[in-house]
């Protein structure tokens, strides 16, 4: 990716590298908290790739802004469906009921 993109970054090739390693450490980390969350740091990493693609270079994916939308909000869904998992398992919260109708 930096390499795709570093040429078009000009002045903030050093600022994007940062910022791309910390989207790879959170991809990393997030799959300690378990296989949702995995998956979902993967996906918000291929999100801000397709961003970055779209910035700094002059590819063009069709509907590229559904694409980065779509992969950002179930990226995030993903690790946020893991956290709350986690905490209700950590906090011994009982099942879900079933309301009556």
């Keep these: ?3 795709a993109c570093g040429p078009g970054a000009g002045a903030l090739l050093i600022p994007v590298v940062i910022y791309g390693l910390a989207l790879v450490l959170m991809a990393m ?3 300690g908290l378990g296989e949702l969350a995995g998956v ?3 996906i918000f990493l291929i ?3 397709l961003i970055a ?3 700094f270079t002059t590819m063009e994916l069709p ?3 559904f694409w980065i939308m779509l992969s950002y909000v179930v990226g995030q869904g ?3 469906m893991e956290v709350i998992q986690r905490t209700g398992r950590e906090h ?4 879900p009921r079933r309301s009556r109708p």
Excluded at 92 to 95: D, N, R, V, W, Y
């Design 92 to 95: 011994g919260a009982p099942a």
């Design 40 to 42: 979902g740091g993967a």
């Design 47 to 49: 999100s801000d790739g």
């Design 1 to 3: 990716m930096v390499f």
């Design 78 to 80: 993903l690790i946020a």
């Design 29 to 31: 980390l997030s799959t």
């Design 63 to 65: 509907g590229a802004s």
């Design 53 to 55: 693609l779209r910035s």
